[in-house]
């Protein structure tokens, strides 16, 4: 099955610092990635759109400048959280599309003290 | 609005009983329905999907009805275990665009006792 590694899993960081997610698709190329968040006991929310080789899509209420989003490659995407503050602190999730199918990394808990 | 409405919040089951998962959609656009499985700390997994094009689905335990009419499907867990105790999600993938986001339901949290 296709795999999506995801990495940190977990990160702990100061106020004020940045910090990068990787999401890599293992055996396939995916053009299109997704970031989401994800607080405890809540459902998945779409940040963005990461699309290889152009900008990312940001949904609505979503600072584009604070999450940076990378899609460098087809099998890479990055996710930086900059200037990160103590409200930053949730559970981001990405993932690859191949074709109809949706497959996720496992996720990066970032703790902002 | 397009959203995906999924109940119950939480399910408690006796092992080798039946857990049902509903949810609802809006959206009759919406052009595909999987099912994910998340444990604590770890990404959702998918475990199974359908089309509307077709009213059921079986692989191995899970079971998807699909009522197109009604605008509602479900996720039927046979035999129950404590291994499935998990967060189960519904889900809706967007019609048209190039990204086909998958629209997501609420979550339903599951427990198996032994």
């Known amino acids: 099955g296709a795999v999506v590694s995801q990495h940190p899993s977990r990160v702990i960081c100061k106020s004020g610092t940045s910090v990068k997610i990787e999401c890599r698709s293992l055996?396939?190329?995916?053009?299109?990635m997704f970031w989401y968040r994800q607080f405890p006991k809540q459902s998945l929310m779409l940040m963005a759109t990461?699309?290889?080789?152009?900008?990312?899509?940001?949904e609505q209420g979503v600072e584009k400048d604070k999450f940076l989003i990378n899609h460098a490659s087809l099998t890479l995407s990055t996710l930086t959280v900059t200037s990160a503050h103590p409200e930053d602190s949730s559970f981001y999730i990405c993932?690859?599309?191949?074709?109809?199918?949706?497959?996720f990394g496992s996720g990066t808990q970032l703790s902002v003290l | 609005q397009q959203q995906v409405k999924q109940s119950p919040q939480s399910l408690i089951v006796q092992k080798g009983g039946i857990s049902i998962i509903n949810c609802a959609y809006e959206n009759t656009a919406f052009d595909y329905f999987p099912w994910y499985q998340q444990f604590p700390g770890k990404g959702p997994a998918l475990l199974i999907a359908?089309?509307?094009?077709?009213s059921e689905k079986k692989e191995g335990r899970f079971t998807i009805s699909f009522n197109k009419s009604a605008k509602q499907f479900s996720l039927h867990i046979m035999d129950s275990q404590p291994g499935d105790s998990a967060t189960y999600f519904c889900a809706a993938r967007q019609p048209s665009g190039s990204a086909r986001q998958l629209t997501f339901g609420s979550g339903t949290q599951l427990t198996v006792l032994p």
């Open positions: 993932s690859a599309r191949l074709g109809e199918k949706l497959f």
């Open positions: 990461s699309n290889e080789g152009s900008k990312a899509t940001y």
């Open positions: 055996d396939f190329q995916a053009t299109t």
């Open positions: 359908i089309r509307p094009d077709v």
